[in-house]
């Protein structure tokens, strides 16, 4: 089981609202990642931080924010909640080096974010 | 940039039959191809996984290939139970130190008892 952790698993919101996703993971894996799942379940690679203060945006547009303070730390935010925010938000970790070139990702379990 | 293929996007067998999945890819720079599954309410989880100096890889009742030439890989699954009943996402990516896998779509494996 991978040490990696999100909070909340569920979040009902309504439209105009500030959130904070947390992700931790305890592995002092260097690489972590946000992912959009869509309904269709295909992943949506939305950032990524290659390790403290280093914040990157992936391919799919997002209106979030990430911020990489701490190695164990990878908060999304959402300044102003949409009912098109409404998705499966999924957080992955991986240890950079020589095994980590080769090395799988490490999932969380999700949050699953409604927006009213 | 790489571009990954999956298919079929939804597969049903019976229990006991065996159950194939491919994926095919773009970049022949890509060397590194895992396996996820994600069973409903989790995270997706490695499965297995095959380095591109390897042509096949088994792991009790899981195993893939790996077709360089032709770009293309697949995930076999033998003697399907219930428990198989998840999705697969494959995905490929460089081995290198900016690892930003692309993922496939995923194929919904329904296994029925």
């Known amino acids: 089981e991978a040490d990696i952790y999100q909070t909340p698993r569920y979040l009902v919101i309504g439209t105009g609202k500030k959130i904070t996703l947390e992700c931790s993971q305890t592995?002092?894996?260097?690489?972590m990642y946000w992912y959009q799942q869509d309904p269709g379940m295909e992943l949506h690679l939305i950032h990524y931080s290659y390790g403290v203060n280093s914040t990157e945006k992936g391919d799919l547009s997002s209106e979030s924010t990430v911020s990489r303070i701490r190695t164990e730390h990878f908060p999304l935010t959402l300044e102003s909640a949409r009912p098109s925010h409404t998705s499966q938000y999924l957080c992955a970790s991986r240890p950079l080096g020589p095994a980590g070139v080769w090395g799988e990702q490490f999932f969380g379990p999700g949050t699953r974010l409604t927006v009213l | 940039g790489e571009n990954v293929e999956q298919h079929p996007s939804t597969l049903s067998v019976q229990e006991g039959d065996s159950a194939v999945i491919k994926c095919t890819y773009s970049d022949s720079a890509s060397n590194y191809f895992p396996w996820y599954k994600q069973e409903l309410g989790k995270g997706p989880q490695l499965i297995i996984d095959?380095?591109?100096?390897?042509g096949e890889k088994k792991d009790q009742r899981i195993a893939v290939t790996l077709n360089k030439t032709a770009k293309h890989f697949s995930l076999h699954i033998t003697e399907t139970q219930p428990e198989d009943s998840a999705v697969y996402f494959c995905?490929?990516?460089?081995?290198?130190?900016?690892?930003?896998?692309?993922f496939g779509r995923g194929t919904s494996l329904i296994v029925h008892p």
């Open positions: 995905a490929a990516s460089k081995g290198g130190g900016s690892y930003i896998p692309t």
């Open positions: 095959i380095r591109s100096n390897v």
């Open positions: 592995m002092g894996h260097d690489k």
